[in-house]
């Protein structure tokens, strides 16, 4: 549906195409939800690479005591 304004620089009329006709999202709640979904992925995101990280030192850590490696940081921790 066109709506016309009067305006004098253009010969009188102009006239507005309403977003529907130019193809465009009818609000910004595409993209608001878009932008919910993409912030819960990189919550999700966040965490596994948090735990990934945890697990990470873990398993270090497990190697390290199997191999007989005494890690100098953490002595120096339980002597103070």
């Not at 549906?1 to 305006?7: G, K």
């Not at 919910?36 to 735990?51: C, F, G, H, Q, T």
């Not at 270090?60 to 953490?74: K, P, S």
């Amino acid at each position: 549906m066109r709506s016309r304004s009067r305006d004098p620089g253009v010969l009188g009329w102009r006239v507005f195409f309403t977003r529907r006709e130019l193809g465009l999202p009818q609000s910004s709640a595409r993209v608001r939800r878009e932008n919910s979904d993409l912030r819960k992925l990189v919550r999700i995101y966040a965490e596994a690479i948090r735990r990934l990280t945890i697990d990470k030192a873990a398993l270090e850590d497990e190697l390290q005591a199997l191999n007989g490696v005494t890690v100098l940081t953490a002595r120096r921790r339980h002597e103070t």
